[in-house]
């Protein structure tokens, strides 16, 4: 099943702050979280596993809150280049190997 | 550049024909998975392949069709192509057959418009 992220879409001026939530209805392992830029190739940012620690990359951080099934992006003091459109993924195992679902995708555009 | 090869970058072509993609994983990296991402649809699992073999399959339609070679390259056929089916599909590679701990590393899609 696919996660759903929400917002859709957030409007930001250089040095705010943003969050980005992604939920699913089943338990969760681990999470995932992707940036795509208009035209390019996603870019991993970063792997959330269940019972592991905050991460966090420059001014990206998220959390991973397995008992609700949810992970959240923060984006803090944000910045031009942090403009794209972020995805979250949830795996889905069978007994061969594991689909990386998708949700639809957080459109955040940085203004000056 | 995440060092996963796709070709071609664009492909147009006609309605019922059928078209060849090509993927060349990261060195290393022995899983392979197909992505499908059209305007409304998002990024659309298709398949996984580890190490030749097919692993996870997602809603590939039956005119889709795909496999891993020895040297761990991969290629999607697409055939009977209908409008529905112009879209950008990824090709990412990762290590390992899990997800868990394995981040996928896109390449730079192939573009197709079926006309």
């Known amino acids: 099943q696919q996660p759903v992220q929400s917002p859709q879409a957030v409007i930001l001026r250089e040095g705010e702050d943003a969050v980005i939530n992604c939920s699913s209805s089943?338990?969760?392992?681990?999470v995932h979280w992707y940036r795509q830029k208009h035209g390019e190739a996603p870019i991993f940012l970063m792997i959330?596993?269940?019972?592991?620690e905050q991460k966090g990359h420059d001014k990206i951080s998220a959390s991973f809150n397995e008992k609700k099934q949810q992970s959240s992006l923060y984006l803090t003091a944000s910045q031009l280049s942090y403009s794209g459109t972020y995805f979250c993924?949830?795996?889905?195992?069978?007994?061969?190997?594991?689909?990386?679902?998708f949700g639809k995708g957080t459109t955040l555009s940085v203004s000056s | 550049d995440s060092g996963v090869t796709q070709t071609p970058k664009h492909l147009i072509t006609a309605t019922g024909q059928r078209v060849t993609l090509r993927c060349s994983p990261r060195s290393g990296d022995l899983s392979v998975y197909w992505y499908q991402q059209s305007l409304d649809q998002g990024l659309q699992f298709l398949i996984q392949?580890?190490?030749?073999?097919?692993?996870a399959k997602g809603n590939i339609l039956e005119r889709f069709s795909a496999q891993q070679f020895p040297d761990l390259h991969s290629e999607l056929n697409l055939s009977s192509l209908e409008l529905g089916d112009s879209a950008l599909y990824f090709c990412?590679?990762?290590?390992?057959?899990?997800?868990?701990?394995?981040?996928?590393?896109f390449g730079n899609g192939t573009r197709l418009t079926v006309t």
């Open positions: 089943k338990a969760l392992y681990s």
């Open positions: 959330l596993l269940k019972g592991g």
């Open positions: 993924g949830t795996e889905n195992y069978n007994q061969a190997g594991t689909a990386l679902i």
């Open positions: 990412a590679s990762s290590v390992g057959v899990w997800t868990d701990n394995s981040p996928l590393h």
């Open positions: 392949y580890y190490n030749g073999e097919e692993r």
